[in-house]
């Protein structure tokens, strides 16, 4: 008798080999309390191409001796000055702060990348972008370097205003700091709510969902319910309670 097919196993999925590098800091400072801003540069520096909105992966030593990878956004890249900007949110003494509090000029960290989706699609007729502190310099990093006229709605959820930055843009944009004040940062209702009022424009939309893992599902579940189609939303978990280090991806 033949036997019934087993179920063809779905092979793991694989990590992209990705372009390594050699960053070297020329400066580090604090934007605000809790963001600190690091400058690298590279020998490479012309080989460096990337989107804004795609992170770096860095390879940060731990006390055992081992390294940590930890994903960073890239903030911005002077290529006439050769210089990248990566910011830090300094929450702790976990290996991300930790390097910034302590980089100083000639400093040097292994990275790999750049990667990641949460890019600007130019064929959108709008764009709704979402996120926690994590998210700040990915968001902004993007609405400055929308093309004239691009339309563009930015929700960011902060504990106060000390955290909000200044951007210029070429783009026709809203931005809304949203408070929670002594809520504490981590999964809730508050980004989801404020989606849920937010009334889609026409067109065929763009959305980049950001932030704590279960309120960037939350999120993206809310908006497929309301039509738009999983390949409009690009949404990735930058963190997530109790874990250290790595990236969520979204897609259910």
């Known amino acids: 008798m033949d036997q019934p097919a087993q179920p063809t196993a779905q092979p793991p999925r694989q990590r992209p080999q990705l372009p ?14 809790g963001m ?23 390879f940060l030593p731990d006390p055992s001796g081992e390294h940590g990878r930890r994903h960073y956004t890239i903030r911005s890249l002077d290529r006439q000055t050769g210089v990248i900007a990566v910011d830090f949110v300094m929450h702790g003494a976990t290996l991300g702060p930790s390097f910034a509090r302590n980089a100083k000029p000639g400093d040097t960290v292994e990275v790999k ?13 709008w764009h709704l972008l979402a996120g926690d502190e994590t998210c700040i310099p990915g968001i902004l990093h993007i609405l400055e370097e929308l093309p004239v006229g691009a339309r563009a ?5 902060v504990q106060d205003a000390s955290w909000q930055q200044g951007f210029e843009t070429k783009g026709d944009v809203a931005i809304e700091w949203i408070h929670r004040g002594e809520t504490l940062a981590g999964p809730s209702s508050i980004m989801l709510d404020r989606i849920a009022a ?20 939350a ?6 319910a309301r039509g738009l189609t999983r390949e409009q939303i690009a949404s990735e978990g930058y963190w997530r309670p109790g874990r250290n280090g790595g990236h969520d991806h979204v897609d259910d």
Do not use: C
């Open 20 to 33: 390594s590098w050699t960053l070297t800091v020329t400066d580090a400072f604090d934007m605000s309390d």
């Open 36 to 58: 600190r801003r690091v400058l690298f540069t590279t020998d490479r520096i012309s080989d460096f191409s990337y989107k804004p909105g795609q992170d770096i992966v860095f």
């Open 113 to 125: 990348g750049p990667r990641g989706r949460i890019v600007f699609n130019p064929e959108a007729d």
């Open 153 to 157: 709605f930015a929700f960011i959820e």
């Open 198 to 217: 937010f009334a889609l424009p026409e067109g065929r939309g763009q959305a980049l969902i950001i932030g704590e893992t279960s309120n960037v599902r």
């Open 219 to 224: 999120q993206r579940h809310h908006l497929i």
